[in-house]
């Protein structure tokens, strides 16, 4: 169930051989969306402060992206891909590590808020990929869940649609 056109090569094939023996649809790896003019992966390591928001701006797409793919393959409908999940999971991990210190422009005094919420983005993408390496799929459903409120709508409210300065009115739920 992946909306990719099947004509456009965006990155390496992943669970050929699913764990339960079946032959599954052709999945491409979650980077598949351009980082954008400032390039591939590591990139950002060259990028001047005046670049870091489209740096911000591409990981955040990818991010989306990872994040989405994760959802469908947890509730599809289906006996969900546990291999995948946790490939995707850590993935995302990766993704939201590479997000440190590129604060948005918009709140300059908030890097260490921002970058603590995106350690507990990777943080919760690490242990969604840990319990996805087991067979309980209703953890992984509850994993996604919480980390879903806590990381992204919580971030979302305060550095991407300003609507809520102070999170304490949005405390996190299962920590």
């Known amino acids: ?14 669970d050929e051989d699913p764990a339960d023996g079946k032959k599954g649809q052709r999945r491409k790896a979650a980077t598949i969306v351009p980082v954008g003019p400032v390039g591939p992966a590591g990139a950002e ?4 402060s005046a670049g870091k928001g489209e740096v911000l701006r591409g990981l955040m797409r990818k991010i989306e992206k990872t994040w989405i793919y994760v959802g469908k393959d947890i509730f599809a409908g289906r006996k969900p891909d546990m291999n995948a999940i946790a490939r995707e999971s850590e993935n995302l991990s990766t993704l939201a590590k590479k997000a440190t210190g ?11 808020e921002f970058d603590r919420m995106i350690g507990d983005l990777a943080a919760a993408a690490a242990d969604l990929s840990s319990a996805a390496r ?5 953890k992984v459903a509850a994993d996604y869940h919480q980390a879903t409120y806590n990381s992204c709508t919580r971030c979302h409210l305060k550095f991407r649609f300003g609507s809520a300065q102070d999170l304490a009115k949005y405390p996190a739920v299962g920590k």
Request: aromatic share 6%; glycine share 8%.
């Open 102 to 112: 590129l604060v948005p422009a918009k709140f300059p005094s908030d890097g260490t």
């Open 1 to 14: 169930m992946w909306p990719l056109p099947p004509d456009t090569d965006m990155g390496d094939p992943i």
């Open 45 to 48: 390591e060259h990028v001047t």
């Open 134 to 138: 087991g067979t309980d799929a209703a």
